[in-house]
Nanobody
């Protein structure tokens, strides 16, 4: 069984930066795609960024140029460096692990989420 644990969320002022981390407990991390998604109440969970097992990144247009996804397979951890944050980035952020995420696949495993709130 794989478990994912996010950390790093919090309250930040507009224009600021945060780094989210997600550690995976299990043996399949290096062979899997991993991604960050976000959700606001009453809306669907949306893709933020993905990094494939081959280290190919993909970003939502709304975050491209501001967010950077990276992964460290030795630590079973994926990161999301967020900069130039705006109130529109306020959401619960979830990491997901699975196959074919780059092509629209749905993660097989999800973390519990971490809240990011950006104040204006």
């Amino acid at each position: 069984q794989v478990q994912l644990a996010e950390s790093g969320g919090g309250l930040v002022q507009a224009g600021g930066s945060l780094r989210l981390s997600c550690e995976a407990f299990g043996s399949i991390f290096s062979g899997s795609d991993v991604g960050w998604y976000r959700q606001v109440p009453g809306k669907e969970r949306d893709l933020v960024a993905i990094m494939t097992s081959g280290f190919r990144p993909k970003y939502a247009l709304s975050v491209k140029g501001r967010f950077t996804i990276s992964r460290d397979n030795a630590k079973n951890t994926v990161y999301l460096q967020m900069s130039s944050l705006s109130p529109e980035d306020t959401a619960d952020y979830y990491c997901g692990l699975g196959q074919h995420l780059f092509y629209g696949g749905v993660p097989d495993y999800w973390g519990q989420g971490t809240n990011v709130t950006v104040s204006s």
